[in-house]
């Protein structure tokens, strides 16, 4: 997993541009399928990733950043046991079942609003997160319950993608 992305904003303007916006500007969802991939063992390129959700809706192409449910849509697209749910109180047992996870939610800060998608893998020590924030530099740890740190952090409009390795 030497190859993760950590922190969305580190990656230059014309670096992995998502539709004509850059990917530290929208690219959370591409971003998170990524990290998902090489949390499993996998090694896509970010062009191939960026180029799928590209081309899924591709009057969009990227520039409003990723649907909700694209993740889930990607990996059953290419053959990987999924489970989608939006009730928090699910969260913890499907990311416990599921080799990692994919999270979405809404924050708010002051009057900004804003969509994020986050890579979840669960540990022994608990789950651990990958570009969660925008000054992440390595994995981060979210403690025992992803429905706690949901809670704790005032995110909410949540939904967790679980994901099954297809080798498995």
Request: with cysteine.
């Amino acid at each position: 997993m030497d190859k993760m992305i950590y922190c969305q904003k580190d990656i230059p303007k014309e670096k992995w541009r998502y539709g004509f916006r850059s990917s530290a500007a929208t690219g959370c969802g591409w971003i998170a399928t990524y990290n998902a991939l090489r949390v499993m063992g996998y090694s896509p390129t970010p062009h191939m990733v960026i180029k799928y959700y590209e081309n899924q809706i591709p009057v969009f192409n990227g520039n409003t950043g990723t649907f909700v449910l694209s993740p889930a849509m990607f990996f059953k697209r290419f053959g990987f046991p999924v489970r989608v749910t939006a009730k928090r109180k699910d969260f913890d047992r499907i990311a416990q079942h599921s080799d990692v996870s994919i999270l979405y939610f809404w924050w708010k800060k002051g009057i900004k609003l804003g969509a994020h998608f986050v890579a979840v893998q669960n540990t022994p020590k608990g789950f651990v997160g990958y570009n969660t924030y925008t000054n992440s530099k390595g994995p981060d740890y979210y403690g025992k319950s992803i429905d706690e740190f949901i809670k704790n952090k005032k995110y909410f409009g949540a939904v967790l993608i679980g994901i099954k390795d297809r080798r498995k």
